[in-house]
C-alpha cells in the first residue's frame, strides 16, 4: 500500500484468508483454514495491513461484511467474471476529486473500516483492466488466489511447481493408464 492507496496485493492477501487448500506436497499435508473467523481476527488483518479504521473498531457485522465481500470477489474470481459488480453492489461507490485535485477517483462509503479501500482497489482494478489478472487456481484441491504474470494472461495455476505439476502429473497419468 502505498500513500492510502491499497493494490492489488492486498486485495489477493484478503481473498486468500480463506485458504482452501486440501492436498498433500512432499509429504505434508495442507489443510484449509479461515483467517476471518471473529471480529478480533479481522481487526488484526485490518491493522497488519494498514487498514484498520482511525476511531473505530470493527463490529459483528463488519465481520459479516468483510466475509460476504472476501465470498463474492472469490466467487467473481471462479468462472462468472460478471459477478464482481455483484459482489460490489453492497459498497456503495462514487467519484471524488482525487488527493491532488488533478483528477477522479473511485470512493466507497461502507462505514465499514478497512473495506471501503478494499473495495476501491477492486473497482479501479476492474475499469483499469488489471481485475482479470487476479485468478483462483485452477486445481480443485487447492483455489489459492494469485496475480498471473503470464505475458499472455492465461496462467492457470498459483504455483507451476505444485498445483501445475500435480495436475499435469494427474492428466499424464490418465492418458497412459492401461
Known amino acids: 500500500m502505498s500513500d492510502g492507496v491499497v493494490d492489488l496485493v492486498v486485495v489477493e492477501q484478503f481473498l486468500n484468508t480463506l485458504d482452501e487448500r486440501a492436498f498433500t ?3 505434508e499435508r495442507h489443510t484449509g483454514s479461515d483467517g476471518l473467523t471473529s471480529v478480533e481476527a479481522l481487526s488484526a488483518w485490518l491493522e497488519a495491513h494498514g487498514l484498520a479504521g482511525a476511531g473505530r473498531e470493527p463490529r459483528a457485522s463488519d465481520l459479516a461484511a468483510a466475509r460476504a465481500l472476501r465470498a463474492g470477489l472469490r466467487d ?9 459488480a455483484e459482489a460490489l453492489a453492497p459498497f456503495p461507490l462514487t467519484l471524488a476529486p482525487d488527493a491532488d485535485g488533478g483528477g477522479l477517483r473511485l470512493v466507497a462509503h461502507s462505514g465499514t473500516p478497512g473495506l ?3 473495495v476501491e482497489a477492486v473497482a479501479a482494478s476492474v475499469a483499469g483492466g488489471g481485475w482479470s489478472r487476479l485468478k483462483l487456481c485452477a486445481s480443485a484441491d487447492c483455489r489459492w488466489a494469485f496475480y498471473d504474470t503470464s505475458r499472455n494472461g492465461g496462467g492457470r495455476w498459483c504455483s507451476m511447481e505444485v498445483c501445475g505439476n500435480r495436475n499435469k502429473t494427474r492428466a499424464y497419468r490418465r492418458r497412459h493408464a492401461d
Not at 76 to 84: I, K, P
Request: negative net charge; aromatic residues 6%; hydrophobic residues 40%.
Open 25 to 27: 506436497w512432499h509429504g
Open 116 to 118: 471501503d479501500a478494499l
Open 76 to 84: 467473481a474470481l471462479g468462472d462468472d467474471r460478471a459477478g464482481t
